[in-house]
């Protein structure tokens, strides 16, 4: 089970930045995808996940900006007008359990991480 994130980069505040997340080994249908995202110095905290059953959760510091959305074997994070402090390292996770969809604990597997960094 692999996943790979990438889309990451430079953007200064305001601006917008897609990250992509392809899964493969197996079927994701039945898992719950997420967003993470660490900043230098802070413990790695929840985004967006987007269950298997179609629902999205947002963290309440990215409603309204950011969008997650998936297929079976992508997941993807839309995200706007973008702020310094969202300036961090991205990964993508799935899990199949059904802890707090919000609890690093609960996803099994990880991607690699991508850059995003928000200029002033």
């Known amino acids: 089970v692999q996943l790979q994130a990438s889309g990451g980069g430079l953007v200064q505040a305001g601006g917008s930045l897609r990250l992509s997340c392809a899964a493969s080994?197996?079927?994701?249908?039945?898992?719950?995808m997420g967003w993470f995202r660490q900043a230098p110095g802070k413990e790695r905290e929840f985004v967006a996940a987007?269950?298997?059953?179609?629902n999205p959760y947002y963290a309440d510091s990215v409603k309204g900006r950011f969008t997650i959305s998936r297929t079976n074997a992508m997941v993807y994070l839309q995200m706007s007008s973008l702020k310094p402090e969202d300036t961090a390292v991205y990964y993508c996770?799935?899990?199949?359990?059904?802890?707090?969809?919000?609890?690093?604990?609960?996803?099994?597997?990880w991607g690699q991480g991508t850059q995003v960094t928000v200029s002033s």
């Open positions: 996770a799935a899990k199949t359990s059904t802890g707090p969809i919000s609890d690093v604990r609960n996803y099994d597997y």
């Open positions: 080994g197996r079927t994701f249908s039945r898992y719950t």
């Open positions: 987007f269950t298997w059953y179609d």
